[in-house]
């Protein structure tokens, strides 16, 4: 199998634009690209997603077991020609200062994914050759194929920076890319601006870069050592009557896991994915509903001024239908939203919650999960990991029922969350089904069992 893992020296230095324009290169070739994002991260994906063609996944070793990325690597790889990575922070950074745990280098070693190596050059000269010797000698069970290097003020700027890795180092270059304002993603608080909206960079120009400051034949030569699995994909969709799961998917919410989907399909559920800031009402003959995280403060207005769809959504839940909603998706069915500025916005009210933007992250990092009673997801007792990331708090919160115990991996805190009525399942939370595969089975169990209800009490 081809394949390579972008990797950085730390965060800001450009990998994912370094990504996405060996992405677009190799497609531009007519290579079939099937990319993935090491970490948990939804806006990187966009980008992966629009430029290949192809749905971005997640790679991450602490939400999940080995060998459940190894089956996320296999089953979407199963029919490309080369698999493109992304990694996240740097290259070694992961949940602690002395160990590769969640990092992009374990990532890289469990998937045998040979590493090329992004270095910002916008300031450096012969000092360059320091940082990237540190990096090839710093874990010698790492296999380094290369260094881009990122930002290179001009052909001579390059020559200098050719001449120091080489008399130092024995990594190869892979080629530069030159600090060009047209390739740059803009970012605002939750991260880079997203692969629909209007600054998304343009597929061509980065194909062009590519073709002509990157070793496109090399990258394309490398391989990811991880053997096939025996006979192809195993998963297959449950029989029985498809369960219509509706999906907010829009400029407002697009945060998920695409395996999370999958597991869903495959225990029987339908996906229907619909806008709730432009559509007036849900599809037919939904089941249940899922509304993920995104930019909901964003259009706030937007989805405030949309009645109709405040109502199918009232409605819905009123309906005794499942719902479960993550972090954007809770602002959403809460009473209220106070955005930047103060300006309020009445939401679905399906949930008895307030809910106001704040200055900075409120929590971040890695979390688990564990389920304080039955529910929607699954029994008392079970575990599942996820992370949280967000930059709002709940401002006014009458007494609600929880589901969740949740404890946080960086500061170790743990709080009651998983807010539970009736029906509806919300919380801060952005699970990923694949960490427990029960469940995505417990939730397509769970609206199986409520629609016979209805049908038995209709």
Same mark, same amino acid.
């Given at each position: 199998?081809?394949?390579?893992?972008?990797?950085?020296?730390?965060?800001?230095?450009?990998?994912?634009? #370094? %990504?996405?324009?060996?992405?677009?290169?190799?497609?531009?070739?007519?290579?079939?690209?099937?990319?993935?994002?090491?970490?948990? &991260?939804?806006? &990187?994906?966009?980008?992966?997603?629009?430029?290949?063609?192809?749905?971005?996944?997640?790679?991450?070793?602490?939400?999940?077991?080995?060998?459940?990325?190894?089956?996320?690597?296999?089953?979407?790889?199963?029919?490309?020609?080369?698999?493109?990575?992304?990694?996240?922070?740097?290259?070694?950074?992961?949940?602690?200062?002395?160990?590769?745990?969640?990092?992009?280098?374990?990532? %890289?070693?469990?998937?045998?994914?040979?590493?090329?190596?992004?270095?910002?050059?916008?300031?450096?000269?012969?000092?360059? =050759?320091?940082?990237?010797?540190?990096?090839?000698? /710093?874990?010698?069970?790492?296999?380094?194929?290369?260094?881009?290097?990122?930002?290179?003020?001009?052909?001579?700027?390059?020559?200098?920076?050719?001449?120091?890795?080489?008399?130092?180092?024995?990594?190869?270059?892979?080629?530069?890319?030159?600090?060009?304002?047209?390739?740059?993603?803009?970012?605002?608080?939750?991260?880079?601006?997203?692969?629909?909206?209007?600054?998304? #960079?343009?597929?061509?120009?980065? %194909?062009?870069?590519? *073709?002509?400051?990157?070793?496109?034949?090399?990258?394309?030569?490398? *391989?990811? *050592?991880?053997?096939?699995?025996?006979?192809?994909?195993?998963?297959?969709?449950?029989?029985?009557?498809?369960?219509?799961?509706?999906?907010?998917?829009?400029? =407002?919410?697009?945060?998920?896991?695409?395996?999370?989907?999958?597991?869903?399909?495959?225990?029987?559920?339908?996906?229907?994915?619909?806008?709730?800031?432009? &559509?007036?009402?849900?599809?037919?003959?939904?089941?249940?509903?899922?509304?993920?995280?995104?930019?909901?403060?964003?259009?706030?207005?937007?989805?405030?001024?949309?009645?109709?769809?405040?109502?199918?959504?009232?409605?819905?839940?009123?309906?005794?239908?499942?719902?479960?909603?993550?972090?954007?998706?809770?602002?959403?069915?809460?009473?209220?939203?106070?955005?930047?500025?103060?300006?309020?916005?009445?939401?679905? +009210?399906?949930?008895?919650?307030?809910? *106001?933007?704040?200055? +900075?992250?409120?929590?971040?990092?890695?979390?688990?999960?564990?389920?304080?009673?039955?529910?929607?997801? +699954?029994?008392?007792?079970?575990?599942?990991?996820?992370?949280?990331?967000?930059?709002?708090?709940? %401002?006014?919160?009458?007494?609600?029922?929880?589901?969740?115990?949740?404890?946080?991996?960086?500061?170790?805190?743990?709080?009651?969350?998983? /807010?539970?009525?009736?029906?509806?399942?919300?919380?801060?939370?952005?699970?990923?089904?694949?960490?427990?595969?029960?469940?995505?089975?417990?939730?397509?169990?769970?609206?199986?069992?409520?629609?016979? /209800?209805?049908?038995?009490?209709?």
């Amino acid at each position: 199998m081809k394949g390579l893992l972008v990797a950085g020296t730390a965060s800001g230095v450009g990998k994912t634009t #370094v %990504a996405l324009a060996i992405m677009a290169g190799l497609r531009r070739r007519g290579k079939s690209v099937q990319p993935f994002k090491c970490g948990p &991260d939804f806006l &990187d994906t966009g980008h992966h997603t629009r430029v290949c063609g192809r749905v971005a996944r997640n790679l991450d070793t602490w939400m999940l077991t080995a060998e459940a990325n190894q089956s996320v690597l296999r089953d979407a790889a199963e029919d490309a020609d080369v698999v493109v990575a992304e990694g996240m922070m740097g290259l070694f950074d992961g949940t602690s200062g002395d160990a590769e745990t969640g990092s992009s280098a374990e990532i %890289a070693k469990l998937l045998k994914l040979p590493v090329v190596l992004v270095v910002d050059a916008a300031k450096s000269a012969r000092s360059i =050759a320091a940082l990237v010797l540190g990096f090839e000698l /710093f874990d010698p069970q790492l296999q380094l194929a290369g260094v881009i290097l990122n930002r290179v003020g001009s052909k001579q700027h390059f020559r200098m920076l050719e001449t120091a890795i080489k008399s130092s180092c024995k990594t190869r270059i892979l080629g530069w890319l030159p600090n060009e304002p047209k390739i740059a993603i803009p970012e605002r608080h939750l991260g880079l601006y997203g692969a629909a909206e209007s600054t998304a #960079v343009e597929i061509g120009t980065l %194909a062009e870069l590519a *073709e002509t400051h990157l070793d496109l034949d090399a990258l394309f030569m490398l *391989e990811c *050592e991880l053997e096939s699995a025996e006979g192809g994909r195993a998963a297959r969709a449950a029989a029985g009557e498809k369960l219509r799961v509706g999906v907010a998917y829009d400029q =407002a919410f697009s945060f998920y896991y695409e395996d999370n989907f999958d597991l869903l399909r495959k225990n029987g559920a339908e996906i229907v994915r619909f806008s709730a800031v432009s &559509d007036t009402c849900l599809p037919h003959d939904l089941d249940a509903l899922y509304l993920g995280g995104g930019y909901p403060e964003l259009y706030a207005e937007q989805l405030s001024r949309n009645g109709q769809m405040l109502d199918e959504v009232r409605a819905f839940a009123a309906s005794g239908r499942p719902v479960y909603a993550e972090c954007g998706g809770m602002l959403y069915l809460s009473r209220s939203l106070t955005v930047a500025g103060g300006t309020i916005y009445p939401m679905a +009210g399906v949930l008895p919650l307030s809910m *106001e933007m704040t200055g +900075g992250l409120v929590q971040f990092g890695y979390v688990t999960v564990e389920f304080t009673e039955d529910c929607l997801l +699954g029994r008392k007792g079970a575990l599942v990991r996820g992370h949280s990331f967000h930059y709002s708090r709940v %401002a006014t919160k009458p007494e609600i029922e929880t589901s969740y115990r949740v404890q946080y991996s960086l500061s170790g805190k743990e709080e009651l969350e998983g /807010f539970h009525q009736g029906n509806v399942l919300a919380s801060y939370i952005h699970l990923h089904f694949r960490a427990n595969p029960a469940v995505a089975e417990h939730f397509v169990s769970s609206v199986r069992t409520a629609k016979s /209800f209805r049908m038995v009490t209709a």
